[in-house]
């Protein structure tokens, strides 16, 4: 079965860190550029980051550049998400999806999501 599969969200304090995995099953996920983004009930959705399936960079949106940061593990088949320096304003539901585009919030395949939620 080919899905994207998320974790490691939750709830977390101000100024905290958690870490996304997107793991994927049916295809390998190396051979894609895969996408963070990120869902508030009654706003548009935002591309968090895009990591490249060509040369392993990232591109991030403004509000994640210096915060997040996005790496691949091949041998798991995931692709990760690190945020630190948490926000309040950094609580939406979180999902990744195969080939983004660098400041696009267009993708093609995409994970069910995980919760995350700053607060104190």
């Known amino acids: 079965q080919v899905q994207l599969v998320e974790s490691g969200g939750g709830l977390v304090q101000p100024g905290g860190s958690l870490r996304l995995s997107c793991t994927a099953s049916?295809?390998?996920?190396?051979?894609?550029?895969v996408g963070w983004f990120r869902q508030v009930p009654g706003k548009e959705r935002e591309a968090v980051s895009c990591?490249?399936?060509?040369?392993?960079?990232?591109t991030y949106s403004d509000s994640a550049k210096g915060r997040f940061t996005t790496s691949r593990d091949n041998d798991k088949n995931t692709v990760y998400l690190q945020m630190n320096s948490l926000k309040p304003e950094d609580t939406a539901e979180y999902f990744c999806?195969?080939?983004?585009?660098?400041?696009?919030?267009?993708?093609?395949?995409r994970g069910q999501g995980t919760q995350v939620t700053v607060s104190s």
């Open positions: 999806a195969t080939d983004c585009r660098p400041d696009s919030i267009w993708y093609l395949r």
């Open positions: 049916g295809f390998s996920l190396e051979h894609y550029a």
């Open positions: 990591l490249s399936q060509s040369d392993g960079r990232s």
